[in-house]
């Protein structure tokens, strides 16, 4: 894992790089994938998500993050599983996205929300420790 993305909370790194490693491994898809198969990654790519989000705000709960800046983010994680959400409902309803595009997509909201908000988490996470 690069240290970049490390915050200092132990439980949120490694969610981040399982959720790093499963967009890899989407980005690794070619344009023949199987519907079956990408309705599984993404199916994968929405618990590995939701779940994170709700760990992640547990943990911003637990360092005192300021309420202004939790609700900010929550509605950053909101706004990410209802794009999430379409896409995957989109794909189960036969249109499914071009999947390059798509990925593409997924990894420019990780990586935006990473550096808009999760980063402002780690000086918090580096006063109280996990």
């Excluded at 079956?36 to 939701?50: P, R, V």
Aim: proline letters at 4%.
């Amino acid at each position: 894992m690069e240290k970049i993305w490390f915050l200092g909370n132990a439980k949120i790194d490694q969610q981040h790089h399982e959720l790093f490693l499963t967009l890899q491994r989407l980005s690794a898809l070619d344009a023949c994938v199987t519907d079956a198969t990408l309705d599984e990654l993404l199916s994968q790519l929405s618990a590995q998500i939701y779940q994170h989000f709700i760990s992640e705000e547990q943990a911003m709960r637990e360092v005192e993050f300021p309420e202004s800046l939790f609700f900010e983010h929550h509605l950053a994680h909101t706004r990410i599983i209802e794009e999430l959400t379409l896409v995957h409902m989109s794909a189960m309803h036969g249109k499914p996205p071009n999947l390059s595009d798509m990925i593409e997509k997924v990894v420019r909201w990780v990586q935006i929300h990473f550096v808009e908000y999760d980063l402002a988490l780690r000086p918090y996470f580096d006063r109280h420790p996990a």
